[in-house]
């Protein structure tokens, strides 16, 4: 797509092999991450946006299957040919990773001040004394009162938005290139979510890094987000600028979508309906993957053999070519 | 229907010598409100601000600690624990987690027939029958009744808790966040149900949320709530197009929204304070953006104030804009 980018990510397969079956976890994907710029990853559970992280971050189950992975472009280097030693000198130190439950992603039984130092005198050869100042430094710049003090605090004495906080300045303590939010807010209070996507918006301009975000929520996409791409059963449905996905969406799934997301209007809304369930990633439907749910299915009976793949139709603007078909027959 | 009168709730903390009483987590504050008959009432505020603890004193699956809640004119806290059951299949309740609330080794039947075989008089047939019709009408099929929870999704799970409460005929259902486990496109299609059943089965409801946009869909009036106290009420309507209170406030504006009118939000400062020790007077004052340097908020008395027919506002936040 372009070649100005800090990640590329191209025809990316994670196949798990599960008894005798095989999960197409994430089939095929391509995206640009361009630097200092957010990217956001948005689908229901299950439709491949962790997996997709985690196969960046080369934290995947042993249980892979061997297919062609497709490549994981970052400074010149294919991430998924790299061995486990060359990776653990990326991973936390120019790409870093937060995640949703801060409770749970948190070590119970170390002080912050252990946790956080412990990435910076591995990537940045600092003995404990310097790691802790840093260790200061970082969560004063995440916003944590009194850091002298909260450094030595354990997880457990910390609220969920200081946790989350806390997690922040844990993966930007080695200056990290890319940040990979996964769903980060999605287990804290409005409030605090506001606070600490306010407080991502302000450390990108501060430090420049660029954002992956995961999240199901697209109402925390239009707030956060530079460009958007939408999955399905590991698949890409769509991907444009934020701007342009919501005033102009083009697949029927993402239509659906925003349709369907809850909004606050000062007169009561219709819901929107979008029937059935994501099917199992074990036997997804052959052709469309979306064909079982989609309201335009009975106007295209090729749906069950079409082969899926994005197509630009606007620069910047790619739509999966199943749906900018339907599209048109419905318009 | 259901009218609550200085409503508490505090739950005594014990510990050190002889497990002595150390102080109260107060959950409930001398709350009053009246649901009445077919209304879908949304309770909304952050955790901890005890939406939970008052949606189960209401129907006593908590003991509240003080106060008067009447049901049909009769006070329901002066019943004893017989007649109390008797009242029992007019209150339902729909929890939030569809995994931890249905019991893993019983099948949907059973889970579903448990209320009828225990409050009603009907042969094996009858409640056969009831099951499976109920069943039906939230959207499952006759052939789920013989299997188990774990061969559900999440959304169908919803589907046989709300066939579970369903299923005696009850008056009075508490939804305690029912769909904050689910995924939106799920979410919509189990608050397209809750509508459509509460019409068929003329329901009264009070919905539980922290999602605002949630409540927005689904409620006719709506409370607000932080830290035991009911902060602001009104009808839906109003209370989204002239919110009165700052908390409120700050509730509208922070809820993330795809296409957003107003840009400049007003982000609260810290975290709820505990219940243990709220703050005295008004309690929200550690974090309104209007709070006064010279504190006066501290000594204010809490109380909702009528400002507009049917819109009451704690008569702090009256004064501070």
């Not at chain 2, 509240?64 to 019943?79: K, R, T, V």
């Not at chain 2, 006759?142 to 005696?168: D, K, M, T, W």
Request: glycine share 6%; proline share 5%; charged share 25%.
């Amino acid at each position: 797509m372009k070649n100005e980018s800090l990640l590329s990510v191209k025809n990316l397969k994670t196949h798990f092999s599960v008894g005798n079956s095989v999960v197409k976890a994430v089939d095929g994907i391509s995206f640009d991450l361009e630097p200092g710029k957010t990217f956001a990853i948005v689908g229901e559970s299950g439709s491949g946006k962790s997996i997709t992280a985690l196969s960046i971050m080369g934290l995947l189950p042993n249980n892979l299957e061997n297919v062609d992975r497709g490549k994981i472009l970052f400074n010149n280097q294919d991430l998924l040919t790299l061995e486990e030693k060359e990776m653990r000198k990326i991973r936390g130190n120019s790409v870093s990773m937060i995640f949703q439950e801060p409770m749970t992603s948190l070590n119970p039984v170390y002080d912050l001040s252990f946790q956080i130092s412990e990435a910076i005198m591995l990537h940045q050869n600092k003995n404990k004394q310097e790691a802790r100042k840093i260790a200061i430094d970082m969560l004063d710049l995440v916003g944590i009162p009194e850091p002298q003090k909260r450094i030595d605090a354990f997880p457990h004495e910390l609220s969920g938005g200081m946790r989350q906080r806390a997690m922040i300045a844990m993966a930007l303590s080695c200056n990290p290139k890319i940040l990979i939010a996964d769903e980060p807010t999605t287990a804290l209070d409005v409030t605090i979510q506001a606070q600490i996507i306010e407080l991502m918006r302000d450390l990108q301009k501060k430090l420049g890094m660029a954002i992956i975000f995961i999240t199901h929520d697209l109402g925390v996409v239009a707030e956060i987000s530079d460009t958007v791409m939408v999955m399905y059963l590991g698949n890409t449905m769509e991907i444009a600028k934020t701007n342009e996905i919501f005033s102009n969406p083009m697949h029927p799934y993402t239509k659906s979508l925003i349709d369907i997301a809850p909004q606050i209007t000062e007169e009561k809304r219709k819901i929107h309906v979008l029937k059935g369930e994501i099917p199992s990633p074990i036997n997804p439907p052959s052709g469309c993957v979306f064909r079982t749910r989609c309201p335009n299915a009975s106007s295209n009976e090729k749906k069950e053999s079409i082969e899926m793949g994005l197509i630009e139709v606007k620069p910047g603007h790619w739509v999966d070519k199943c749906g900018v078909n339907c599209g048109h027959l419905r318009a | 229907m259901i009218k609550v009168k200085n409503l508490k709730k505090y739950f005594p903390i014990k510990g050190g010598f002889f497990n002595a009483k150390n102080g109260d987590v107060k959950a409930v504050e001398s709350v009053n409100f009246e649901i009445p008959e077919g209304e879908i009432l949304g309770l909304v505020g952050e955790s901890g601000s005890g939406k939970t603890t008052l949606g189960r004193s209401i129907i006593r699956l908590i003991e509240p600690s003080d106060g008067e809640i009447f049901y049909n004119n009769e006070n329901i806290l002066n019943f004893n624990e017989k007649d109390m059951r008797g009242l029992r299949k007019d209150f339902q309740i729909i929890f939030q987690d569809p995994y931890a609330s249905l019991d893993p080794r019983k099948k949907i039947f059973d889970i579903i027939a448990q209320g009828l075989k225990i409050h009603t008089t009907m042969n094996k047939q009858q409640i056969y029958n009831k099951v499976k019709s109920i069943i039906n009408e939230v959207g499952l099929q006759e052939e789920h009744l013989n299997r188990y929870p774990h061969e559900f999704s999440g959304g169908q799970r919803q589907r046989i808790g709300i066939a579970r409460a369903l299923v005696l005929d009850p008056k009075f259902i508490i939804a305690d966040e029912p769909v904050s486990a689910l995924d939106v496109t799920i979410q919509a299609q189990i608050l397209n149900l809750i509508l459509e059943l509460k019409e068929k089965y003329s329901l009264t409801i009070l919905f539980i949320s922290h999602d605002l946009s949630v409540i927005n869909q689904i409620a006719d009036r709506v409370m607000v709530m932080y830290l035991g106290h009911i902060v602001e009420v009104a009808n839906t309507k109003n209370l989204f197009s002239n919110p009165k209170h700052p908390y409120t406030k700050s509730l509208i504006e922070t809820a993330p929204q795809i296409f957003r009118k107003n840009k400049n939000k007003i982000l609260l400062k810290g975290d709820i304070p505990s219940p243990i020790n709220p703050p005295s007077g008004c309690v929200f004052r550690t974090r309104c953006p209007h709070a006064s340097k010279d504190n006066k908020e501290a000594n204010i008395e809490m109380g909702l104030i009528e400002v507009a027919e049917g819109h009451w506002v704690d008569r702090c936040a009256i004064n501070c804009n």
